[in-house]
């Protein structure tokens, strides 16, 4: 489910985004101007329309600790408004899962624990993308970049991917892992997974918007 920004307000920083693609740094970091969340005003929008045509995107993950497969990441539009000045934007936000965690199993909360916890909290780059991985998982994947642990172990986290349970060619297969069953399947040995539809959306964002570089986990 998306709960960014009004449909209205998604084109016309859709607009603004395809225009500013070719000016594109991603450099800019989530605490550069404060997330605008939906129900913009009207006033707000027309500024958007009117705004100069640069950006930057990045995503986010909020780890819920109630329930780990309950968490959201959201896609975000840094919008270069003046050379000084910048404005982010919260494009979309999804139900999102990372570990086997629950409330009572804190060993599926503890980033330190490969193939079991939750991605470390951090910042991450996003290395690649691909449409149609074959591997493990399938399909739609942005690899993302390796990360040590701040607990004791020190443990270095490696395999971390944001994606979904499918085919390398994006549909659904008949085993478990190319099959979405439900919300059972938010659970991962470390990755963030969303749902297929869900995925396909974050996809359909790289053809008008910048792509994002950064994944920011807290």
């Not at 959201?74 to 000045?85: A, G, H, I, L, R």
């Not at 979309?92 to 199993?105: E, I, P, Q, V, Y």
């Not at 470390?120 to 690649?128: F, K, Q, R």
């Amino acid at each position: 489910m998306n709960s960014g920004t009004s449909r209205p307000l998604r084109r016309r920083l859709k607009a603004i985004a395809t225009a500013g693609v070719a000016a594109v740094a991603v450099s800019l970091l989530p605490s550069a101007a404060g997330a605008q969340e939906a129900g913009a005003s009207a006033a707000e929008e027309t500024s958007v329309e009117a705004a100069a045509a640069k950006g930057s995107t990045y995503l986010s993950f909020k780890k819920n600790k109630k329930d780990p497969s309950n968490s959201r990441l959201s896609f975000y539009f840094v919008q270069q408004v003046t050379p000084d000045k910048t404005r982010t934007w919260r494009v979309a936000s999804w139900r999102a899962g990372s570990g086997l965690g629950t409330a009572d199993n804190k060993i599926g909360r503890d980033g330190c624990k490969s193939n079991v916890g939750w991605l470390p909290s951090g910042t991450y780059n996003i290395t690649t993308f691909s449409s149609n991985f074959s591997g493990k998982i399938n399909g739609i994947v942005w690899q993302l970049s390796n990360k040590r642990c701040t607990g004791k172990a020190k443990t270095e986290r490696t395999a971390l991917f944001i994606h979904s349970e499918m085919k390398s060619n994006g549909k659904q297969g008949s085993t478990e892992s190319t099959r979405w069953d439900g919300n059972s399947d938010y659970k991962s040995n470390g990755c963030v997974k969303l749902k297929p539809a869900d995925v396909r959306e974050l996809k359909s964002y790289r053809s008008s918007y910048p792509k994002p570089t950064r994944l920011y986990v807290s």
